[in-house]
């Protein structure tokens, strides 16, 4: 029940950042040399990533598929082993100083996000403003013996500094 209201605000948080993105960068595929790039064009806006606090490279299943496959990935289960788990829902590893969130949601559409943390020494780069909390409703109708649940959220993603995030686009998905 909940689920869609959480696939629905995934799916705005996305359209934040493609409205939203202030440095972008084109690779061909992504590998670990366009995403250090990406990263280099962050810290030249003076976005630098810090080791304790990496940006997230948000990407497809499909590009998480190629990224596995590469030397320099480091899967979540090796990170966290022995560790109390502090993953994100969505994290596969780390690459290329980032940590890896992959989505449906950019599957096919040839980009990925490089997205500095909420809790980076700056600031918040996109917050969700919540006008109200998550409500459940339920109607019953006894003669019928039905239930009608209805889940409703009222939530805007919005992007407060766009130089935190960058838009990798892939000119050949994977």
Excluded: H
Excluded at 6 to 16: K, L, V
Excluded at 88 to 93: K, Q, R, T
Excluded at 111 to 121: D, E, Q, R
């Amino acid at each position: 029940m909940g689920k869609a209201v959480m696939e629905q605000i995934d799916a705005d948080i996305e359209s934040a950042y493609a409205a939203g993105f202030g440095v972008v960068t084109g690779v061909a595929t992504l590998k670990y040399v366009g995403v250090t790039d990406a990263v280099a064009t962050m810290a030249e806006n003076k976005w630098m990533a810090e080791a304790d606090n990496p940006p997230y490279l948000v990407i497809s299943p499909q590009a998480a598929a190629v990224l596995v496959q590469d030397t320099q990935f480091l899967l979540a289960e090796r990170y966290y082993a022995g560790l109390t788990p502090q993953s994100l829902e969505g994290e596969v590893g780390r690459f290329a100083g980032c940590k890896v969130l992959q989505t449906s949601l950019l599957a096919n559409t040839g980009k990925s996000y490089i997205v500095f943390p909420p809790n980076f020494k700056w600031g918040p780069v996109a917050i969700l403003a919540w006008k109200r909390k998550m409500r459940v409703r339920e109607q019953r109708y006894e003669d019928k013996e039905l239930s009608i649940f209805a889940t409703t959220a009222r939530v805007m993603p919005v992007v407060i500094q766009s130089l935190g995030i960058c838009r990798i686009g892939i000119s050949t998905t994977p």
